[in-house]
Nanobody
């Protein structure tokens, strides 16, 4: 059973930084795209950043220049470095990954979410 476990959320003042981590565990043959989404109260879940297995990245316009996504393929882990945080970044952040448990059979997985709160 594949699991994604996030860590690193918390409360931070505006202008501060946080680093989120998400580790995949279980029966894993390969991991393709990994990404971070967030959902603020009363809003739809939105893509924050995504990274391919080859290291290509893409970001939501609202976080470009402030957030950096990276991954350690040896550890099956994806990171989100968040700098210059603003109150509008407050949300539950979810890890997402396309994981193949066996060759050519990929499924999409979600983590349980971690709360990020930015105070003004």
């Amino acid at each position: 059973q594949v699991q994604l476990v996030e860590s690193g959320g918390g409360l931070v003042q505006a202008g501060g930084s946080l680093r989120l981590s998400c580790a995949a565990s279980g029966m894993i043959f390969s991991i393709n795209n990994m990404g971070w989404y967030r959902q603020a109260p009363g809003k739809q879940r939105e893509l924050v950043a995504v990274i391919t297995s080859g290291g290509s990245t893409d970001y939501a316009d609202s976080v470009k220049g402030r957030f950096t996504i990276s991954r350690d393929n040896a550890k099956n882990t994806v990171y989100l470095q968040m700098n210059s945080l603003i109150p509008e970044d407050t949300a539950v952040y979810y890890c997402n990954a396309d994981i193949a448990e066996v060759a050519f059979m990929t499924s999409n997985y979600w983590g349980q979410g971690t709360q990020v709160t930015v105070s003004s």
